[in-house]
Every structure is written in structure tokens, then in C-alpha cells.
């Protein structure tokens, strides 16, 4: 009958894909020589710095021959799980302090985070600003389609302290799982705004970002470490320094970061 | 079985035990190999759940609402299934027609596309701005998206190729012989089809819903994509294991048990009634 035909593709697949993840895990690079940097720096970054950190990551293997910088892009408390999980990665950048905490209690971390940029958030609209909206407290007509982030993730919770702070009760019609999913529902036109990062709307083209005051009570503080099992040891090490030089600290400042 | 009376006496040995004596012992290796592979995964759930949560859990009325969420959604997605599906399944075994190769090969395709990318291409399609979703919305002032209707069509959309491939393939596997026999003896083409068909191939229809209201049931990333999250309207048991695995790992851990218990029993009692064959 059909459905064993299927059964059995399908677990073929699974073990396909399995035997895959397997042997691109079993093949990386063993740490580099003493000296100088080389081989694949594993950087798991929260979804709001994709733009800046791919630009820093292209200057990173510029600046250091022979590195290749691969970024794991998602939301920051997903990422946090897999790095307690177990997942071999050499640097971690949250979105928040208290993601970053879960990293550091679980003891993966390898020294103190530092806190590199901080980011707030603005109301993302579709370009030109179709419905008007030019505050926090627009969000709670009842003709707008308004997106947030879960709570569980740092833009959701940042949202929260926002609107709490401001007094404002919005009903969202979806909490999404992290601030692009939120963006990205902004950018199809199925919700009229969004609680997102300042960074996101400046990253994306059809997409303008109204500020608003409340956005002061909850900014975000964006922590760096560089992780207790990473593979690549000397190349955390060389990736955090380079965040710290001048070249990297002008992306993040396009981007819409602000310093510490 | 009843082969043994039809056998003159004497005959030879029934072909049953012919058959057990002769079982290729190579083949248990990979078979206990691709058992332990799918059964593995489930032990390490198991021996991580702190059981204690468990019905702590259970009583959560959010957890309530997701799981019954999941199930009405599931199950209006399999009914949405077998009404289009069966037929579908139907008109691709049965009836020769030109481009029917492609119309085989595409309805295969929610099943490589990641459910994410099924997700947005139904917003493109029945999302405010989308092709029919625009003159849904400037016609009747209703759009799909961040509804519990949403969620079923994001489900329906990505579980139907299983029930589809699983009913062809019983379809075409049936003896038409029968069909005929029934048109000569003067039944009308769809008294045939009713009478004769769909119980010659109701074990395959049953085999393709259960795999289709499986996977509703775990339908993820189409669902937050085009149906979003919102706790009671759209937010399914998967996407409340996805943001609560974001938190906390012990309470993802008890959620998706919770959806499994529940599946498999359904799954378990259903089975006696639909998919017992003789």
C-alpha cells in the first residue's frame, strides 16, 4: 500500500539527514596553531544584528587571511538553548542581558559578557506610513492590525515593558517568535505595525520606523561572550577583539546601534 | 486464512510457513538499526521529562486551550483532506489526462518545501495584500491570516499530499475488475464509485488520514507563518513547545509529551476500529 512506500522515503530522509548533520559535524577543523587565527569561527548572533554582523563578519575574514566566519542567526533565547544543548559554537551575542544569563548559570561561558551596543525599539509601519501612526498609544485602535514579539523572546519582552510603562494595552493579533518574523509580517502587509528594533526597520528598505519617547524605559543592552567549548578558541577571541575596534563599532552605528 | 480449504488434500505446504523458514536474517540488522533510530529519541524525551510537571501542566488552561486548539484544527484539516483529497487521488489514478505526470509531481511539492516557505507563499496567495486574499478582503472584509481558520488551511496545505499519495497508490493498486463487473450489471458511474470504490480502497483513505492528521497535528512552521501565535485563536501545541522551549526546557519537554500521549492514544484506539485488516 502507498502509505509504507512513503514511510519508509520518509525515514530514509531522516537518516539521510541525520548522516549529513553527522559528517559536517565530525568535520571540522581542530583549533589552530598557537599565533595566528585561522579555520571557521562559529557565531551564534541574535536575529537583530544579522545585517550588521554578516558586513563585520566579510571585514573579520578580510582583516584575519585564511578565517571563515559562519553566523547562526536567530532569535537569542533559541540560541541560548542550543549552546546549553550543546551546540559548538565559539560566540554568542544576546539580545538581551537575561538570555545571556541563562548561557552563563548553565557555565558555557568563558569569562564575563561584555556588553557591546545596545538597540531600542520603534514602531515598524509599511513605508509612508499608510495609517498615521505617530505614537505608542496609536497602537491600541481598534482598525490596526499589530504585530509583537512573544514575551518569551527579548524584543517581546521589551515590547511589554514599553507598553506597561506607557500605560498603553494593545491586542496583537499574533506574538511572533522573533523580531524578523515580526518585521517580515509588516513587510507582507498582513499587520499595519510592529514593536520591533530600530536596527530592523533601518535595515529594511520598504519598512520606516517611527520613534517614540517610551522607548527610552526599555532599552536593550546587546552582551557578547566568547563560549567555554569553543571549537576555535583563539578565533572567539580575535572575533571579540575586532568588535571592539573602530571599523566594526562604525557598522553597528549605521546599523542603528547605539554605543553602551 | 482461508486457503487451507480450497487446497486439495494432500497439497503441498501452505506457503505461509514456506515463507517464515525462508526470512533473509540480513535484513534484521538495518531493520533493528531504522527501529532504535525512530524509537531512541523518544527514550531520551522520556527519561528527561520530569513526570512530576506533568500534571501541573495539564491543568495550565493556556496548555488546555493549545492542545484542544490542535486537535480541532487537526481534525478539520484531515475532514478538508479527505473531501478534496480523495477525490484528487481519484482523478490521478483513474482518469487519463494530459499534463497528469506534472499534476503528480506538483502535488508532491508542499512536501519538499519547508513548511516556512509554504507559510509564506499562502500568505502571497490568501494573505490582505495576496491574490485572492485582496478581493477576500475588499469583498467581504475577511482575510485568513491570524485566524483559527488560517491555521487549518495552513494545516490542510501541508498534510494533503499524504493522504493523496497514500489513496492513488490504493487506488491504482485495486482491481478495476470489480468496477466493471458493477457498470455491467447496471450501476451508474457514480453508484460505482460509492458502492464499489471507495470500500475496495476505505483501508487506504484510512491509512492516508491518520498520516495526514499526524501531520497537521505537528504542522509548525507553515502555521506561525501564515496563522501567527496568539494563545486560544492560532497558537497550536507545537508553536506553545516552540516559545516554551525559548524559556524553558523542562515545560517544552512536558508539552510535546502531553501532544504525544494524546496522539498516540487517539492514534492507538482508532486503529482497531479503521486499520485492522483481516
Known amino acids: 500500500m502507498g502509505s509504507t512506500g512513503i514511510r519508509a522515503a520518509l525515514a530514509a530522509l531522516a537518516l539521510a539527514a541525520t548522516m549529513t548533520v553527522t559528517a559536517c559535524g565530525g568535520g571540522q577543523d581542530p583549533a589552530p596553531a598557537a599565533g595566528g587565527v585561522s579555520g571557521d569561527v562559529t557565531v551564534f548572533a541574535a536575529a537583530s544584528l544579522t545585517e550588521a554582523f554578516t558586513k563585520i563578519g566579510k571585514d573579520f575574514e578580510a582583516a584575519n587571511p585564511g578565517t571563515k566566519v559562519t553566523f547562526n542567526f536567530a532569535g537569542s533565547s533559541a540560541l541560548a538553548t542550543q549552546i546549553t544543548q550543546g551546540a559548538p559554537a565559539d560566540v554568542f551575542a544576546a539580545a538581551s542581558p537575561a538570555t545571556m544569563k541563562t548561557v552563563v548559570d548553565a557555565g558555557d561561558a568563558a569569562g564575563t559578557p561584555i556588553v557591546f551596543v545596545k538597540n531600542q525599539l520603534v514602531i515598524a509601519v509599511p513605508k509612508g506610513n499608510p495609517k498615521g501612526i505617530a505614537t505608542l498609544e496609536n497602537l491600541s485602535r481598534p482598525d490596526l492590525k499589530v504585530a509583537l514579539c512573544a514575551e518569551q523572546v527579548p524584543c517581546g519582552a521589551a515590547a511589554k515593558k514599553a507598553l506597561d510603562t506607557a500605560g498603553v494595552k494593545v491586542t496583537p493579533v499574533t506574538l511572533e517568535q522573533d523580531v524578523k518574523a515580526a518585521l517580515s509580517k509588516v513587510k507582507l502587509g498582513e499587520v499595519d505595525a510592529a514593536l520591533v528594533y530600530r536596527t530592523d526597520t533601518k535595515a529594511a528598505a520598504d519598512v520606516d520606523g517611527v520613534e517614540f519617547p517610551e522607548s527610552a524605559t526599555a532599552i536593550n543592552g546587546y552582551p557578547v561572550v566568547a563560549l567555554k567549548n569553543a571549537p576555535n578558541q583563539a578565533g572567539a577571541d580575535a572575533f571579540l577583539a575586532y568588535l571592539r575596534s573602530e571599523p566594526a563599532k562604525a557598522v553597528l552605528t549605521a546599523a542603528g546601534f547605539q554605543a553602551p | ?114 513548511p516556512v516557505v509554504g507559510g509564506v507563499a499562502l500568505l502571497l496567495l490568501f494573505g490582505r495584500r495576496g491574490l485572492i486574499g485582496s478581493w477576500l478582503d475588499e469583498t467581504f472584509g475577511f482575510t485568513l491570516p491570524f485566524t483559527t481558520a488560517g491555521v487549518v488551511v495552513a494545516e490542510a496545505f501541508v498534510a494533503m499530499p499524504f493522504l493523496v499519495i497514500a489513496v492513488e497508490g490504493a487506488l491504482r493498486g485495486a482491481d478495476t475488475r470489480y468496477e466493471e463487473a458493477a457498470a455491467t450489471l447496471g450501476a451508474g458511474r457514480w453508484t460505482t464509485f460509492r458502492r464499489v470504490t471507495l470500500p475496495l480502497v476505505a483501508p487506504g483513505i484510512a491509512a492516508g488520514a491518520v498520516l495526514c492528521w499526524a501531520r497537521a497535528l505537528g504542522e509548525f512552521g507553515a502555521t506561525i507563518t501564515f496563522a501567527g501565535n496568539f494563545p486560544g485563536r492560532t497558537q497550536t501545541m507545537p508553536l506553545a513547545v516552540y516559545l516554551a522551549l525559548e524559556t524553558d526546557l523542562e515545560a517544552a519537554i512536558v508539552l510535546s509529551l502531553i501532544l504525544l500521549i494524546v496522539s498516540v492514544t487517539i492514534l492507538a484506539s482508532l486503529r482497531d476500529r479503521w486499520i485492522s485488516s483481516p
Do not use: K, Y
Open chain 2, 1 to 114: 486464512m482461508a486457503v487451507d480449504h480450497t487446497q486439495p488434500p494432500g497439497a503441498v505446504t501452505p506457503p505461509r510457513r514456506h515463507g517464515r523458514r525462508r526470512i533473509p536474517v540480513f535484513l534484521f540488522l538495518p531493520a533493528g538499526l531504522g527501529l532504535a533510530f525512530l524509537v531512541l529519541p523518544l527514550v531520551a524525551l522520556l527519561l528527561r521529562t520530569p513526570w512530576g510537571e506533568l500534571t501541573q501542566h495539564l491543568a495550565e488552561p493556556a496548555i488546555l486551550a493549545a492542545l484542544r486548539l490542535s486537535l480541532l484544527t487537526a481534525s478539520l484539516a484531515t475532514v478538508c483532506c479527505i473531501l478534496l483529497g480523495v477525490p484528487l487521488a481519484w482523478l490521478l489514478a483513474r482518469v487519463e489526462f494530459p499534463g497528469r505526470r506534472l499534476a503528480r509531481a506538483l502535488i508532491t511539492v508542499p512536501l519538499v518545501l519547508p
